[in-house]
């Protein structure tokens, strides 16, 4: 089946100790989101590519940094983790932009603990 | 200032038609209302969108009035599985083709038997 896919879906790392998560896609969507949700909360959009195109929210810390290799592969880097953000961290994708009202498809997102 | 709110939670029965409501006042005119299901350690699952007036599938209905600073998803007939948080997600257009994605607070619904 067609899905987006997380891995690992749990991360233990160390405090300020660099991390990345992985989100790959079998939908071939041009759309890749990056999401933080802390309990009980609502996700938060941290960026989005556009495919090759990163788009940034405005308050998003320069410590969360993104790549995509390619189409299928979306990587999240946390290049100095504090324990503030320990978080489910959700990948998306979608066929069209922020404004074409495509429908997200979620992962189930990679919860990541930080010692 | 772009915002979408949402009661926090809900309790149903069994069997019972349940109402989730979002405001979103300052939508723009060619943004549309998505609504997506969240269950514990999963991802949220698309449930519905729409535009204006109604929409309806095999799930749910949403209800956009037609000044469209609101939105009302119904769930018919809902069971323990649909125990669950709740969100709308409005994308609010802003100037130079940007846009910013708005997702609600949540609502969580608890289905009792």
């Known amino acids: 089946d067609a899905m987006v896919i997380q891995n690992p879906r749990y991360q233990v790392t160390q405090f300020g100790k660099p991390v990345t998560l992985s989100c790959s896609q079998t939908?071939?969507?041009?759309?890749m989101y990056w999401y933080q949700q802390k309990s009980s909360q609502a996700p938060k959009l941290l960026f989005h590519y556009y495919d090759k195109d990163f788009n940034n929210e405005a308050d998003t810390p320069d410590n969360f940094q993104s790549r995509r290799p390619n189409t299928s592969f979306c990587f999240l880097d946390i290049r100095s983790p504090g324990l503030g953000d320990a978080a489910m961290y959700l990948c998306a994708t979608s066929r069209g932009g922020v404004l074409s009202n495509q429908p997200q498809h979620f992962g189930d997102g990679t919860r990541l603990s930080i010692l | 200032l772009a915002k979408t709110t949402q009661p926090i939670s809900m309790d149903s029965y069994e069997g019972q038609e349940v109402n989730i409501t979002c405001s979103h006042n300052?939508?723009?005119?060619?943004?549309?209302i998505t609504w997506y299901q969240q269950f514990p350690s999963q991802g949220p699952r698309f449930i519905i969108q729409g535009y204006k007036t109604k929409v309806t599938n095999e799930v749910a209905s949403l209800f956009i009035p037609a000044d469209r600073k609101s939105s009302t998803l119904s769930l018919p007939r809902v069971s323990l599985s649909d125990t669950a948080v709740y969100y709308c997600l409005v994308g609010f257009a802003g100037s130079s083709n940007t846009g910013k994605l708005i997702f609600g607070q949540g609502t969580t619904l608890q289905v009792k038997p």
């Open positions: 300052n939508i723009a005119t060619n943004d549309y």
């Open positions: 939908l071939n969507h041009n759309v």
